[in-house]
């Protein structure tokens, strides 16, 4: 056998591991789950920058999204809830993806026939429903696919989640920025019309996951020590309490408690070091992200430039970046990936800051977003990779929860007060603060491999 067949053998192995059912399925479920996030991130901020409101309350109208941090508070009842007939028609994982997935279309809905002149504050509401109803999607989402292989699987099917869930947040992006300068192609001009289009069709697309939810197959998942540990307590309580009330004080306990026990037992004094790189691993591209948009408006883009490059280049990018990152993580392993993700999401926002001083300059803006995204792509597959690892079978909705949602909090929080900081600086300012406050990430990860158990 020569060297070329052998390295060609080589690299059709690496790549089988894509042909698997289950990662076409995560493709499809990554999908429903980014659709949500921009519609009440940065494609809102564009709708409402065109419509004339103010930087400052755009800023303060993206902790909205910090609902996605609290989803650790209600993640217990999906773990151990089961639904009134869906659960026995489809599962448990299933039923509860399909009950937030209609959730999230008929928010949107709503949404899309409101009006941020007349009603900001309804638009508000509609826009928390969306991130109520979406992240709870993202926590069945997380356990189905955490649930679905094992462990050596698991950086392929968090690239297949990856470049569906990044592919939704281009077409939430750039999709529905093109629908809407469609709708109305002068960008000098705000149209509520051409905005209400835009949600209305980002609704339809939701039914890729609602369709997915239906056809795909319940994992099997480990709950013996669970169940064991509330029969157990069950009956010590029902020594103090009726039966019934024994019964719910034992649910409560295992579906609220025992995760969080399980997570720091199992990483003692590390995991306040774990929880904290979580915390910060994403810093640099949530805080520079509310304003990405927004930044595109002042220096002149329209609307349908912004979804061509976005579109195009950028939906491109990303589906390579994920999938060489998954390559990446199954051949160095996930901490070594990790960190050169996090060096790569801080060092390319200088690239936006560059583009500040620059201007107006649509090649270099497709060649700014196309590197951003392959990076994105590579860092976030590590990230969701070295995630997943850290859950266990039968909590892995609310230990994946709490880890994603501690990754949202910090940063979103920061992000935020980005609006006000542009008035009072300026773009170059900003982009250059957003990278400089990634890099101390990289020490994070240095000590979390140092002293903390992870596995590969």
């Known amino acids: 056998m020569t060297i070329a067949s052998t390295r060609l053998q080589r690299i059709q192995q690496a790549f089988s591991i894509y042909r698997h059912k289950r990662v076409l399925v995560l493709l499809f479920l990554g999908f429903s789950s980014g659709l949500p996030l921009m519609l009440v991130f940065s494609t809102l901020s564009f709708w409402l920058r065109e419509a004339g409101i103010d930087r400052s309350a755009i800023g303060y109208f993206s902790w909205i999204a910090l609902t996605y941090g609290f989803k650790w508070v209600w993640s217990p009842l999906v773990d151990r809830l089961s639904l009134p007939i869906l659960t026995s028609l489809l599962g448990r994982r299933r039923a509860w993806m399909l009950l937030a997935q209609s959730m999230v279309i008929l928010a949107i809905i709503a949404m899309s026939q409101s009006n941020p002149l007349e009603n900001l504050k309804s638009l508000a509401v509609f826009a928390f429903l ?18 679905s292989a094992p462990q050596k699987m698991q950086a392929a099917l968090a690239a297949a989640y990856q470049v569906g869930y990044r592919g939704a947040m281009i077409i939430s992006t750039a999709g529905a920025l093109s629908i809407a300068a469609w709708v109305e192609p002068d960008s000098q001009v705000y149209n509520l019309q051409a905005w209400q289009t835009a949600y209305l069709v980002m609704a339809g697309f939701m039914m890729v996951g609602l369709l997915t939810t239906l056809f795909c197959r319940e994992p099997d998942v480990e709950t ?46 590390s995991a306040i070091l774990i929880l904290l790189l979580v915390s910060c691993y994403r810093i640099s591209d949530i805080v520079m992200g509310i304003m990405a948009n927004v930044f595109y408006v ?6 349908a430039e912004i979804a061509t490059i976005t579109k195009v280049y950028g939906l491109i990018m990303t589906l390579v970046g994920a999938g060489f990152g998954g390559l990446l993580i199954a051949r160095y392993g996930t901490i070594k990936i990790l960190f050169l993700g996090a060096l790569l999401a801080s060092v390319t926002n ?42 266990s079978s039968g909590f892995s909705a609310t230990q994946y929860a709490l880890l994603s949602s501690i990754m949202l909090l910090f940063p979103k929080f920061i992000a935020g007060f980005s609006g006000m900081y542009i008035d009072h600086f300026n773009y170059v300012s900003f982009f250059i603060g957003t990278s400089a406050i990634g890099l101390p990430v990289l020490g994070l990860i240095y000590l979390v491999n140092k002293y903390a158990p992870h596995p590969e």
């Open 130 to 147: 969306i991130a109520f109803s979406s992240a709870t999607q993202d926590i069945v989402i997380d356990a189905f696919r955490i649930e």
């Open 224 to 269: 013996k020590e669970a169940d064991e540990q509330e029969a157990q307590l069950k009956q010590q309580l029902s020594r103090r309490y009726p039966t019934r009330i024994a019964g719910l004080l034992a649910w409560v306990y295992t579906a609220s408690a025992l995760p969080f026990i399980d997570f720091f037992k199992r990483y003692g004094r």
């Open 298 to 303: 002042d220096m002149g883009f329209s609307k």
């Open 350 to 391: 200088i690239l936006f800051a560059y583009q500040a001083i620059i201007g107006y300059d649509v090649t270099l803006l497709t060649g700014i977003i196309s590197v951003d995204n392959f990076c994105s792509g590579i860092a976030t597959s590590a990230f969701i990779a070295y995630l997943s690892s850290l859950t």
